[in-house]
């Protein structure tokens, strides 16, 4: 066993406070800290990736090359993209067909970045707020009637039309849709105490940090949802989603394939996108551990198992502390900070900690 730091990664939505609180660090930090990432993976090179490469087998048992989960402490402040991933056959193919175009991996036009699908799990530390999957569409026409704006009834009928209709709009017609909305939404924001005043809140909100952009049109269409500490999404694929702020734990399979559709200056393949997103609706995506503290969904590439206490791990493992100090075998791990646990050993961990293992 050993213990492995994050690597940090400073995007624009990150926080200057969320992730250096949690390692114990001052604060404001000078860049927004967005993601910590604890794992293999070669866009955060490190002693794990070091270790693996060296010795696959040794690390990480039997039949296996590569640690098949990434996982990282996220902490948004702002709005991440609206975006989807693959499934596994729609990331080779997509990835191969890149390939075969000649596209640089570093290109800005780049959908697929690799042949593997992104399943991923994000169990949250405190609040975190989300747009998770398609709310269901009599829930939508309700909110479409109480906005009572002829401009946004393109949003009407089925999801895919929705979509659609959205991603082709002109941009010179944005600014004059978004501006109604958002003027109508801070009314309901003011008058309005249940779901429709959350979401016209949202709409403000995300004016506020993406002026015009098509992707505010989207939390008009998507699940708004607030986690408690210890509540989880799942998001597979094709389930269309953005984190909006907070911080939490997430694991995902090895990949960076997102396609996106809003919030971002990044690019958006319109007719990719469509083909990759699921047209059904998703009445609740949260997700509760169960009575030992495992979060279990169908991905195959990791498991997670979250701890507050007492517990038995067995490798290949990632251990990660959160909030305190916990102990993983004769490691002490701080805050935000994990510990390896390589094939064929076993460890006791205590404290507050989740565990990371590839599944079943």
Request: charged share 25%; with cysteine.
């Given at each position: 066993m050993r213990r492995i730091e994050g690597a940090v990664q400073n995007y624009a939505w990150g926080s200057h406070e969320s992730l250096a609180k949690l390692q114990g660090r001052p604060t404001p930090t000078e860049q927004p800290e967005a993601e910590l990432w604890f794992g293999a993976h070669?866009?955060?090179?490190?002693?794990?990736?070091?270790?693996?490469?060296?010795?696959?087998?040794?690390?990480?048992?039997?039949?296996?090359?590569?640690?098949?989960?990434?996982?990282?402490?996220?902490?948004?402040?702002?709005?991440?993209?609206?975006?989807?991933?693959?499934?596994?056959?729609?990331?080779?193919a997509g990835f191969a067909a890149d390939e075969a175009a000649g596209i640089a991996r570093d290109a800005f036009e780049r959908n697929y970045k690799d042949d593997n699908h992104k399943p991923e799990l994000l169990v949250a530390l405190g609040e975190f707020e989300a747009m998770a999957g398609f709310r269901p569409v009599a829930r939508t026409a309700e909110l479409l009637d109480k906005l009572a704006l002829p401009e946004l009834n393109f949003l009407r009928g089925d999801l895919r039309g929705a979509v659609e209709r959205a991603l082709h709009m002109p941009a010179e017609d944005l600014p004059e849709i978004i501006d109604a909305l958002t003027r109508r939404c801070r009314e309901l924001a003011a008058s309005a105490d249940d779901w429709m005043g959350e979401v016209a809140d949202l709409v403000v909100r995300l004016e506020q940090q993406y002026p015009n952009d098509r992707g505010v049109l989207f939390a008009l269409l998507l699940n708004r949802v607030v986690l408690q500490e210890g509540e989880a999404l799942y998001l597979d694929a094709g389930q269309l989603h953005a984190?909006?702020?907070?911080?939490?734990?997430?694991?995902?399979?090895?990949?960076?394939?997102?396609?996106?559709?809003?919030?971002?200056?990044?690019?958006?393949?319109?007719?990719?996108?469509?083909?990759?997103?699921?047209?059904?609706?998703?009445?609740?995506?949260?997700?509760?551990?169960?009575?030992?503290?495992?979060?279990?969904?169908?991905?195959?590439?990791?498991?997670?198992?979250?701890?507050?206490?007492?517990?038995?791990?067995?490798?290949?493992?990632?251990?990660?502390?959160?909030?305190?100090?916990?102990?993983?075998?004769?490691?002490?791990?701080?805050?935000?900070?994990?510990?390896?646990?390589?094939?064929?050993?076993?460890?006791?961990?205590?404290?507050?900690?989740?565990?990371?293992?590839?599944?079943?």
């Open positions: 070669p866009g955060a090179p490190g002693v794990l990736l070091d270790l693996i490469e060296a010795d696959p087998e040794g690390q990480l048992g039997q039949g296996r090359t590569r640690l098949p989960f990434l996982l990282k402490l996220l902490a948004a402040e702002r709005a991440l993209s609206i975006q989807v991933h693959p499934t596994k056959a729609q990331a080779e984190y909006v702020r907070g911080t939490g734990v997430e694991i995902m399979a090895n990949s960076d394939n997102v396609l996106r559709c809003g919030l971002t200056p990044k690019h958006i393949d319109v007719e990719e996108l469509l083909s990759v997103v699921r047209w059904e609706e998703l009445a609740d995506p949260r997700l509760q551990a169960d009575a030992e503290g495992a979060y279990h969904t169908p991905a195959e590439e990791f498991s997670l198992r979250r701890v507050s206490g007492e517990a038995e791990v067995a490798g290949p493992a990632i251990v990660l502390a959160v909030g305190g100090t916990a102990e993983c075998g004769e490691l002490r791990v701080d805050s935000g900070s994990a510990a390896w646990v390589p094939a064929g050993e076993e460890a006791r961990v205590s404290g507050k900690a989740f565990i990371a293992r590839p599944g079943a």
